[in-house]
C-alpha cells in the first residue's frame, strides 16, 4: 500500500474509437452487449464466457452486425487470452461476484482499461489490489454502477450542489427488491448460473450489495472529493434458515453525515433504493412516493415538477436521446454513453477506482461488523489521504 502515484481525476490518451472486449454473457451480460452495439465510437472485438451456450446466443445477436469479425472465446481460462489481445482497449466484466477482482486485476496489468459490473470485489483486500494495480499500471477502473444515472438522484445532486438542500445530514439508500423466485430459479429460468448468488448469500449477515443505495449518496456529499467514510456499524435482520440475510448498516463520515443502507431481498417488501437526502433546508425522497420538501415550501410535493425543473443535463440530453432511440432503461443509457464518452476525450471517468472501492468494501465491513454484534468498524481511505485533494463532484465536459 505504498504506491506513489494516485488516479484521481486520472486523464488517459482519447481514443477516438474504443475497442472493447466483453467478458460474461449471462443475463445482463448479453443484454449489455445489445447496448454497446448501438454506440457510436465502438468496436467490439471479442467476447468471451464459460458456456458455449451463451456464445451461441451472442453469436447470434451480432452476426449480422458491423461488430460479426469479433473473436469468440469459450473455457474456463479463456479471459485471460482476451486479456491478452492487443487490439482491446476496454474489457467490461459481467461474470460473478467473485471473479470481478482477479479479471479487473489481469486486465489492467495487461494495459486494459476496466468496466466492472457491481460489487468491484467482495473483500478489502481484494479492492486495495485492484486500487494498487489501477495506480501501477494508470489504468481507469470504472465499478457500473448505473443509479447513479437515476434521474431522480441527478435532480438530488443538483439541488444539492446548487445549496437548496443546505447542509446535508443524513441519507439513505438500500437494495430491496423481492428476489425469491429468482433465487431459487435455475438457470433456463432465469436463474443465475450455477447458483452463485444463492450459494454467496445464504447466511451472509452483511450487505453484499451495498452500491446501489451508496454511490449516488457518496456523490452528492463528495466523498474522497472532500468528505470520506470513516466507520459503520451494521446488523443482520431475523431470516428463516438458510435464506439471504436482511441487514441494515450505518455509516458515518469524516464531517458527521449518516448514512443508512439497507439490503432485502427475500421478503414481499415493494422494490426499493430509498434515495432519501435530509439537508438543513429540504428533503427529497424517491421511494414510494418521489416528494421534495423545502424551507420556503413546508408542505412535502410531489416530485415531478422539480425534475422538470431542476433536471440535471445529463437527463435532459442523454436520457432524452435515450428515450428517443427507445432505450428501455435510461439509467444504463446515460451511464453507457458517459463512459464511452469520456474515454473518446481523454476525461476523468465519473466514477474512479476509489469509488469503486470506497462503495465494495462495505460488503466484508458490514459482515464483520455483524458478527461482533454491530460494532464499529474502521473504513479504509483509499486514497491514503488525498481525500481532500479535489474540490467536489462533478461529471467532467
Known sequence: MNSINHVLNLRCDAIPEVRMAFI????????????????NGVKITAICDLNPDNISKAHEVISNSVHSNCKMFTGDEDWRKVCRIPDIDLIYICTDWNTHASMAIEAMEQGKHVAVEVPLAMTVEDCWNIVETAEQTQR??????????????????????????????????????????????????????????AEYCQGFQGNPYPTHGLGPIAQLLNIHRGDRLK????????????????????????KGVSILLQYDVFTPRPYSRLQTTCGTKGFTQKYPVPCVCLDEMPEE????????????????????????????????????????????NGLPLDMDVYDAAEWSCITQLSAQSAALGGQPIEIPDFTRGRWQLIPGFQFHK
Open 24 to 39: 460474461g454473457m449471462g443475463n445482463r451480460g448479453l443484454a449489455t452487449l445489445k447496448r454497446y452495439m448501438i454506440q
Open 140 to 197: 481507469h477502473c470504472f465499478m457500473l454502477e448505473n443509479c447513479c444515472y437515476d434521474p431522480f438522484a441527478l435532480m438530488t445532486l443538483r439541488m444539492a450542489q446548487s445549496g437548496m438542500l443546505g447542509d446535508i445530514t443524513h441519507c439513505e439508500g438500500a437494495y430491496i427488491h423481492d428476489l425469491r423466485e429468482r433465487y431459487h430459479a435455475d438457470t433456463a429460468n432465469g436463474g443465475y448460473f450455477n447458483g452463485w448468488m
Open 231 to 254: 466507520y459503520l456499524v451494521s446488523m443482520p435482520g431475523k431470516t428463516e434458515k438458510g435464506s439471504p440475510m436482511i441487514n441494515n448498516t450505518l455509516i458515518r463520515t469524516e
Open 301 to 344: 410535493k410531489n416530485a415531478d415538477f422539480f425534475l422538470k425543473k431542476y433536471q440535471h443535463p445529463l437527463s435532459a440530453t442523454l436520457g432524452e436521446e435515450g428515450k428517443a432511440a427507445g432505450a428501455t432503461n435510461e439509467m444504463n443509457y446515460i451511464m453507457d454513453r458517459r463512459l464511452i464518452y469520456c474515454l473518446r
